[in-house]
């Protein structure tokens, strides 16, 4: 199966990570050596801003604040995205993340007991032949085990790791580990998909020599080395992650049905999915999730806290809960199968002037007809207008996005992909059958991304709607999960980049609105809006919205919904 995703990079359900090692082999292009926080914090850097990104980075750094870490430099690289330094900074970050991550995810951990040296090499060659076969660029084999090289070295010093298959060793003997294999690699041919195994065996092989380390670990790292380095978004998955990804697509997955965001003192709830089992359990959005059974949640734990809140459909959790309003209190919520909407908050905002409005907060298997349903639903209610919310939308399916703009545009091109396999090159027009006729307003943020770029610059290049917000996140590319034949586990591929109607690319770039409206917080529900007569006085992109549609609607007569 080869599920045609547009995810954004660090989202509410899953993150990923990568690195460089600049001295160990020939140099690749525009790659910094990997130093340590300490090391390079003392380093005079060539721009000021960039000199205060780094050393604010290598503080979380020498924290061990790797999640933290990760977001900084993401968002640091969105000002700077050709600097080197930051770009090495952010890779270092993100390979420590991605470890520790792995290291918490028990289908992982089961992994690593079950499977056998045979085993483990039919999947790092699986991965590579996919690699070869479906990237949007062509695989670079010595700078692949470069990566999967530095991620290895990362392991031996991160605690998880070494507790988990080196507390026999020394930090000298891995320290002379180290050494030996990028004498030994340094001169090994990696031509072809072939040589690239080959040089990864003698790793294992001196791995398995000097620190008693099986090759399992060892090649596993390299996986997730090279696999991770390609790009922001592609990834190897784990058993658990890959079934967070079908469960994201196909809206339903087994939990509480909260959106999270970690902070130092717990786990800030963003988002109550309607019909959760959080939501019939009191928690509501501003609540701080303090403690998860008996463990309070720390500075040194905060990472692996959202861990605790996951567990099999019918368990219990005992949440300890603060609010600045609502006070302490303890609550038991039960896990099961949540489904999550796409279409959400579906309402007449104005109906005297029948502008109406819906939030679509994902793209996903069921995403089409749950528009038509609230479609039809504002139509006979009287809409004459309509405000689609985007914001903080991370994407998800392009086939939805697809959907979702043809309800509104009856002819042309709506997005087209271009991949180094020319079965990854597609033009998606609009049919006119069916398309709503009514007046649109999009809105957007930075957080933005993928399929919700995909809609909102559509709408902007046939001028069907418009934009209000902020410049859209900007990711560009088309990936593809690939699930892997053994032990239950995936790869998410960038296999092609896409681009607007207009031939516009997105990567780096995003979607700018026509309206800007910078917002410092994010918006309260709608439901807790204040009544009619002051509609978004707490959200100023959507008082922008109704200013544009009022003024629209006021300027002369409009088409009806159909």
């Not at 993100?94 to 090499?121: I, P």
């Not at 290895?152 to 605690?159: D, K, Q, S, Y």
């Not at 109906?351 to 609230?374: C, H, I, N, W």
């Not at 991949?419 to 943020?445: K, M, Q």
């Amino acid at each position: 199966m080869n599920t045609r995703l547009l995810s954004r990079r660090f989202g509410c359900w899953l993150l990923v990570a990568l690195v460089l090692l600049g001295s160990v082999f020939s140099p690749a292009p525009k790659v910094a050596p990997a130093q340590s926080p300490a090391e390079f914090s003392t380093q005079k850097l060539e721009a000021s801003p960039v000199e205060q990104l780094l050393q604010q980075g290598a503080r979380l750094e020498q924290q061990r604040r790797w999640t933290d870490a990760v977001v900084h430099y993401e968002k640091a690289l969105r000002r700077f995205p050709n600097n080197i330094h930051l770009k090495a900074r952010f890779q270092i970050a993100r390979k420590h993340y991605d470890l520790n991550r792995r290291y918490h995810d028990l289908s992982f951990l089961r992994a690593l007991r079950t499977l056998g040296r045979e085993e483990v090499y039919r999947l790092l060659d699986e991965v590579l032949l996919k690699l070869q076969a479906h990237y949007v660029e062509p695989p670079h084999w010595r700078r692949l085990l470069q990566q999967g090289t530095a991620a290895l070295e990362i392991a031996l010093e991160e605690p998880l790791f070494v507790k988990q298959h080196l507390r026999h060793t020394t930090a000298e003997q891995r320290a002379q580990f180290r050494r030996r294999l990028r004498q030994q690699l340094a001169s090994v041919p990696v031509r072809t998909r072939g040589e690239l195994t080959q040089a990864v065996a003698q790793a294992a092989a001196l791995a398995a020599r000097q620190l008693q380390l099986r090759s399992v670990p060892v090649v596993l790292e390299y996986v997730c080395g090279m696999t991770g380095s390609l790009d922001h978004y592609t990834s190897y998955l784990t058993q658990s992650e890959l079934e967070d990804v079908y469960a994201q697509i196909d809206g339903n997955f087994v939990g509480l049905g909260v959106e999270i965001k970690t902070l130092e003192t717990g786990l800030l709830i963003l988002r109550v999915i309607p019909g959760s089992p959080a939501q019939q359990a009191g928690l509501r959005p501003g609540d701080l999730i303090v403690r998860i059974d008996d463990k309070p949640i720390t500075p040194q734990n905060k990472d692996d806290a959202p861990n605790l809140l996951q567990g099999p459909p019918g368990s219990v959790v005992e949440l300890l809960v603060t609010h600045q309003q609502r006070g302490m209190r303890r609550l038991r919520v039960t896990r099961r199968h949540v489904e999550v909407p796409s279409v959400e908050e579906v309402k007449m905002l104005d109906p005297q002037s029948g502008v109406a409005y819906f939030r679509l907060a994902a793209f996903q298997k069921t995403t089409s007809q749950e528009m038509d349903t609230a479609l039809w639903k504002l139509h006979r209610a009287g809409m004459r207008y309509l405000i689609i919310d985007l914001r903080g939308n991370p994407g998800g399916l392009l086939t939805a996005a697809v959907e979702a703009v043809d309800k509104f545009i009856d002819r042309g091109i709506i997005v087209s992909t271009k991949g180094r396999n020319p079965g990854e090159d597609f033009t998606y027009r609009a049919h006119a059958t069916g398309t709503w006729r009514v007046p649109l307003v999009v809105l957007i943020d930075q957080d933005s991304a993928s399929a919700s770029e995909i809609f909102a610059g559509a709408i902007r290049d046939h001028r069907r709607g418009t934009l209000v917000g902020t410049r859209s996140y900007g990711k560009g590319s088309v990936q593809g999960i690939f699930p892997l034949s053994i032990g239950g586990m995936g790869l998410r591929l960038t296999t092609a980049r896409f681009y607007s109607p207009a031939g516009r690319p997105f990567s780096l770039v995003g979607v700018e609105p026509h309206v800007k409206v910078h917002q410092v917080a994010r918006p309260v529900e709608l439901k807790q809006l204040p009544g009619l007569h002051a509609p978004g006085q707490n959200d100023p992109v959507l008082q922008a919205a109704l200013d544009v549609a009022r003024r629209q609607l006021a300027a002369g007569p409009t088409r009806r919904s159909r």
